[in-house]
C-alpha cells in the first residue's frame, strides 16, 4: 500500500509539471490575431514573416499586447522602413520589452544580442520592439503595445 501511495504521488506530480510545461507554449497565432496586430501596431509585416505567439488582454483600465514574430535577415531593413520606428534609433545597451511572466515564450531579457525602442502612437498607445539577433537568420521580434 505504501509503494502504491508513492507511486500514485509521483505520477500526480509528474502530470503536473508537464501540464504546466505545455502551458507556456503559445497557441497558433490565427488570421484574425494576425490582422489585429497589423491593426494595434500599424506595422506591415512581410509575407516572410512567422507569428510565434500573440495574446491580447482585455483589462479593466488600459489593454495590453504581447507577440512574438520572426523575420528573416533579408526582409528586416524593409519592414523598419515602413514601421513607426523609421526615425528612431534603436538602442543596444538596453531592452525596453519587459518579460510577461505569464507567458512563456515572451522573454526577450535572456538576449544578448539586440535592438530596441519605443514609440507613442496616437491616442497615448505606446508600441515597444526588441529584436533578437542571437540566432541571426531569422530574427525574432518581441512586440508589446500598451495603453496608457
Known sequence: MKHLVITLTILLALTVL???SRAKQPAPVTAQ???ALAQLTTLSFPPSTRYIGFQYNNNFLDDDMYAKVEIPAKDLDAFL???P???EDLQ???IETF???DLGWFKPSSIKSFKSGTVWLPNAKG???TIDYDQHDPVVIYISWHET
Do not use: G, H, M, P
Request: glycine fraction near 0%.
Open 99 to 101: 518579460d510577461n511572466d
Open 85 to 87: 520606428f523609421k526615425d
Open 81 to 83: 522602413a515602413t514601421s
Open 127 to 129: 508600441l515597444i520592439i
Open 92 to 94: 543596444t545597451k538596453r
Open 33 to 35: 490575431q494576425q490582422a
Open 18 to 20: 508537464l501540464s504546466c
